[in-house]
């Protein structure tokens, strides 16, 4: 068995590089978005790092997978009596990773570096990796005007309609050497795409300048899962966002989303019915149970979508060859 490199970012996208990790421990990569990152009270937060690292560590909360099983808000619940924010409700476990990265990113270390660490202390073999350590700050274009993910999310609690989508920061980010290792690694056999809104935690990943030409140019098959089943996402706001946008809410235009990139779109059983329609784009198509309830539902997806990497390849070598 060769290396996998999974694009991962909210709680959807942890559940399956969760599964990933579980088949392959330490030949795994995980790139995750950090343009949804913000600074709050002095911090910096950096919840799809955070929702992947408690995933994968096995600490995450079942009802709330963005952080810790055990979670408490004392701190909050004292910040909001002196004053401070109701929003976002900051649990007290939570807390410490963005007081490492906060004190640890003053004294020059990179958000890289910063993430293994944490990875190592909690016994992750896995590598999580941010898409790049240079900041890169997703805005959502309103009719309201234009504000920060953070802001559209939190503040805004995802009302206004969304007309577009700005990336900050991302022309000059550097892919990091750890993500050029991961991908350039001669034992990549397949890289995933994990169920994860298009838009605001897959989109700024491949923003990042060159980051699509090295996805694609190394010939291993790109599989990505739909974030939308039946018509709606399963969590988030990728579903309202794609009809705000003059999109179908669909798996249909999820895989749309991915077109000159992905060899292979997997889509839930729910949505059958559009594996023609997807396959007419030129996709290979794989019907499968996306929805994951259980950590055995984890499992079989990434073992299904492996497999469906593999046959990729598989197909691939025989055209070569003929």
């Not at 290979?284 to 593999?310: P, W, Y």
Request: glycine share 10%; charged share 25%.
């Amino acid at each position: 068995m060769g290396t996998v490199v999974a694009l991962a970012a909210q709680v959807g996208g942890a559940k399956l590089a969760d599964g990933l990790y579980r088949l392959r421990g330490r030949d795994l990569s995980v790139i995750v978005n950090t343009g949804d990152d913000y600074e709050h009270l002095g911090l910096s937060f950096a919840p799809d790092l955070d929702t992947v690292l408690y995933a994968l560590a096995g600490i995450a909360s079942v009802g709330a997978g963005w952080e810790p099983e055990g979670e408490s808000r004392v701190l909050h619940g004292m910040l909001k009596a002196l004053g401070g924010p109701d929003r976002p409700p900051i649990g007290d476990k939570s807390l410490a990773a963005p007081i490492l990265r906060t004190e640890w990113l003053k004294n020059d270390r990179r958000l890289t570096q910063i993430t293994l660490e944490f990875s190592r202390r909690l016994g992750v073999l896995a590598r999580i990796l941010p898409m790049s350590d240079d900041a890169v700050r997703t805005n959502v274009v309103t009719d309201e005007g234009v504000v920060t993910f953070h802001e559209y999310f939190t503040q805004l609690a995802c009302e206004p309609a969304v007309r577009g989508f700005e990336y900050a920061g991302a022309a000059e980010a550097r892919v990091s050497d750890e993500v050029l290792d991961a991908l350039h690694a001669a034992s990549l056999e397949a890289v995933i795409i994990c169920p994860s809104n298009p838009y605001h935690a897959i989109r700024p990943i491949l923003e990042v300048p060159g980051m699509r030409d090295l996805l694609k140019k190394r010939g291993a098959p790109i599989v990505a899962v739909s974030p939308i089943v039946g018509g709606k996402a399963i969590k988030g706001s990728a579903g309202k966002m794609m009809r705000e946008l003059g999109r179908e809410p669909s798996a249909l235009a999820a895989a749309g989303e991915y077109l000159r990139l992905i060899d292979g779109f997997v889509i839930d059983r729910e949505d059958a019915g559009l594996a023609a329609s997807v396959r007419s784009l030129g996709l290979e198509v794989l019907v499968a149970q996306t929805v994951m309830r259980t950590d055995e539902n984890r499992l079989s997806l990434a073992r299904t979508v492996l497999d469906f990497a593999r046959s990729i390849r598989e197909t691939k070598a025989v055209e070569a060859r003929s």
